[in-house]
């Protein structure tokens, strides 16, 4: 066993914020897929939402949170977050994070949704230049243990022991370089390990969205929450050379128009606030007019706001479409939708503690309150910083413990895997029809047919995990059906239309919110 105060899981903005704040006080291990850079919160392009500026106020960003969530936000979690958002932003600062400045100090825009200037930003990439900011301190920290190319396997609870308690203990880890797994212990866990956007063919998350941390902390015994609500993002560039590439909400924000192929304007006929309504209405507006219409994509066009503020505001995306053909100061950009954020996930307090002593969850994994049916623009990055402040605060309070024997991980009775590409099969089979029955717009038949296409990979994945060694893909591929499930099995419980979740069967939204919470037998 290898000993450490704190076990991180994620090395996104939720892990390494939490890692620097507790690096002074504790011996901390942070367990990251690939390299530290790989993370979600690195390809966050717009920016952080907070209230900056004496025109703005704390009611404002509570009432937008709350219009987005379609009302099913926690009141406290939403305060809680939005209180301590300046003290979130004044502590980026102090790490060194060059956030845009204008005139009158640093630049806010304005993205759908909000009723104010209120996010800030590194030009077009902000999560890339917080990340890099934060992983350089994280580097050079002597406290903080970096482990690279690492994957967790499964949580280590009293329960799994056969002890009285329900404690968590650490976690199985692969080092996917060596095929070696590793047992860690730990006094306190944290799992920041993001959403679950790769359970679906397009989205616009990095490899590593896999839902390793919701499946992990559901197999473990915690509470499971509001999974239906999937956030497709509205704007994901089209093209065939580029992956996953995000066209920023501030593109909108900023005045961008979306457009059919002769040019016509559409929002305007689908809600009020046109571009700037929030994503869940703009997502849905895109699909049905590419459905209607038979179109591959619609266009998003920025170009009459002029050259050089496009590429003062936009100067990555702006290049990375110029490489693929496009000059966005002449001509509209192809856009589709994607998914994009996981709401949902596993039920944490205004601690970031979940149901199982011992283990934190912050950032994408969690389902803390804050986003309700859908996330407003801008509002991720915020969560990730307050409540892995939360979790460090909470774990400095608490005891040191003297950990039991925990055991090495058992291959006695497994083989190497005799056909790879089942596994690969079974990817692509999953993602294809979460696209196609649980998209954007569901009904009951269509998650059915999921849910049964499921049930069957569930058990072959299953015989397949228990009969051989552990892989990297193996570990993804049965989180990514675990999350598929509680997906499926959410969206199946909720019998209306809310926020990210529109039902054909069940097209009204019911007076009182409730949240869709999953319970483990």
């Known amino acids: 066993m290898i000993r450490y105060d704190v076990l991180i ?174 047992t860690f212990g730990a006094d306190h866990t944290l799992i920041a390990t993001g959403g679950a956007g790769k359970v679906y063919l397009y989205t616009t998350n990095p490899d590593t969205s896999t839902g390793d941390g919701i499946a ?70 895109i699909d049905f007019e590419m459905k209607k219409r038979g179109l591959d994509c619609v266009f998003l066009d920025i170009s009459h706001k002029g050259e050089a503020f496009i590429k003062t505001h936009f100067p990555n995306i702006h290049a990375r479409c110029l490489e693929l053909g496009i000059d966005i100061t002449q001509a509209p950009i192809p856009v589709v939708p994607a998914a994009h954020y996981t709401c949902g996930g596993i039920v944490t307090d205004l601690k970031a503690r979940t149901g199982i002593p011992g283990l934190y969850a912050a950032g994408e994994a969690s389902c803390s309150g804050l986003h309700g049916a859908n996330r407003l623009a801008s509002n991720s990055l915020l969560e990730c910083l307050v409540f892995s402040e939360a979790a460090v605060q909470d774990i400095l309070s608490q005891p040191r413990l003297d950990l039991p024997d925990l055991p090495r991980w058992d291959e006695s009775r497994v083989t190497d895997a005799d056909e790879e590409v089942v596994i690969a099969h079974n990817w692509d089979e999953l993602r294809r029809f979460m696209w196609d029955y649980v998209g954007i717009v569901r009904t009951t038949k269509r998650l059915l047919r999921a849910q049964h296409r499921i049930r069957l990979l569930k058990r072959e994945i299953e015989e397949f995990y228990a009969n051989f060694r552990v892989s990297h893909d193996l570990i993804e591929l049965r989180n990514l059906v675990v999350t598929a499930d509680l997906i499926v099995r959410s969206a199946l419980k909720r019998k209306e239309s809310r926020g990210l979740h529109f039902s054909r069967d069940y097209p009204e939204m019911l007076d009182t919110p409730r949240n869709t919470v999953l319970r483990r037998h």
């Open 9 to 182: 899981i994620g090395s996104g903005l939720a892990g390494q914020s939490a890692a620097l704040r507790l690096a002074d006080h504790r011996k901390v291990a942070l367990i990251s897929k690939r390299a530290l850079e790989d993370s979600a919160s690195s390809w966050a392009q717009g920016g952080i939402a907070a209230v900056l500026d004496d025109q703005d106020s704390i009611e404002a960003h509570i009432r937008d949170t709350f219009i987005a969530g379609a009302y099913l936000n926690n009141a406290q979690a939403t305060r809680f977050v939005v209180e301590n958002g300046r003290r979130a932003i004044e502590w980026l600062i102090e790490q060194g994070v060059p956030f845009t400045k204008d005139e009158s100090g640093y630049h806010l825009t304005r993205e759908g949704g909000h009723s104010a200037r209120r996010v800030i930003h590194v030009a077009d990439t902000t999560g890339l230049a917080v990340q890099e900011t934060l992983t350089q301190k994280v580097r050079q920290h002597p406290n903080i243990t970096i482990l690279e190319n690492h994957i967790a396997i499964d949580l280590i609870t009293g329960k799994k022991l056969g002890l009285a308690d329900q404690r968590c203990y650490g976690a199985y880890v692969l080092n996917h370089v060596d095929g070696e797994v590793q």
């Open 216 to 285: 992990m902390a559901w197999r473990a015994g915690c509470k499971v929450a509001n999974m239906e609500f999937i956030q497709f993002h509205p704007t994901c560039l089209y093209h065939p050379l580029a992956k996953s590439f995000l066209i920023s909400e501030a593109v909108r924000g900023e005045g961008g128009l979306l457009k059919l192929p002769d040019g016509t304007r559409f929002m305007p006929e689908h809600d009020e606030r046109a571009e700037l309504a929030p994503r869940d209405v703009v997502a849905r507006a």
